[in-house]
C-alpha cells in the first residue's frame, strides 16, 4: 500500500467501518461531497489495497461470550511453536507480533469465564510461553474492527 491518505480518505473509512452497508449518497451526504467524489474515493481504496473487503459483524458474537487480551512473552527458540499452538485454538480471533515488554498480543473470544479460564491455563503450558498478562473485555466503547 503506496497511497497517501488524506482527510477525507479517512473519513470515508470511519464511516464505511461503522456501517459498511452505507450508500454512496448516504455517506457523500455525510462527508459533504459529491457521489461521484465517493464513488471514485473507493475505486481509489480497493485498487491501492487499502480497502480489501467489506464484511458483517454479528450481534450475537458481540454480545455473547467473554473477549480477553493476552499478552505473552515468549522464549525466542519456541516462537514458532507457540505460534503454531495458539493458532490451532478456535477462540483464538487475533494474534499480533508487538513490540515492548511482551512479544505478541493474542485476541481470545470464549463463550464463558470457565472456557477462558481453561484457555489462559493451556496458554501457560504452552513449552516457550515464559509469562502472559490477560485484560478482560468489560465494555467495548468504540469498535471500528469489522
Known amino acids: 500500500m503506496n497511497l497517501t491518505l488524506d482527510d477525507l480518505d479517512r473519513a470515508l473509512i470511519a464511516r464505511l467501518q ?3 452497508r452505507a450508500s454512496t449518497a448516504e455517506l457523500a451526504r455525510q462527508l459533504q461531497v459529491a457521489r461521484t467524489t465517493v464513488v471514485s474515493r473507493l475505486a481509489r481504496l480497493e485498487a491501492g489495497g487499502v480497502i480489501t473487503g467489506y464484511t458483517v459483524r454479528l450481534a450475537s458474537e458481540a454480545a455473547s461470550g467473554v473477549q480477553a487480551f493476552v499478552n505473552l512473552a515468549v522464549s525466542p ?33 470464549a463463550p464463558d469465564t470457565q472456557r477462558l479460564d481453561a484457555l489462559l491455563d493451556a496458554i501457560g503450558e504452552i513449552d516457550g510461553v515464559l509469562r502472559t498478562t490477560t485484560s478482560v473485555l468489560l465494555a467495548m466503547r468504540v469498535d471500528r474492527v469489522a
Not at 81 to 96: F, N, S, T, W
Open 77 to 109: 527458540k519456541s516462537a514458532k511453536k507457540v505460534i503454531d499452538r495458539l493458532a490451532g485454538m478456535p477462540e483464538l480471533r487475533q494474534l499480533a507480533a508487538v513490540s515492548g515488554e511482551f512479544d505478541y498480543l493474542a485476541v481470545l473470544r
Open 18 to 20: 461503522a456501517n459498511a
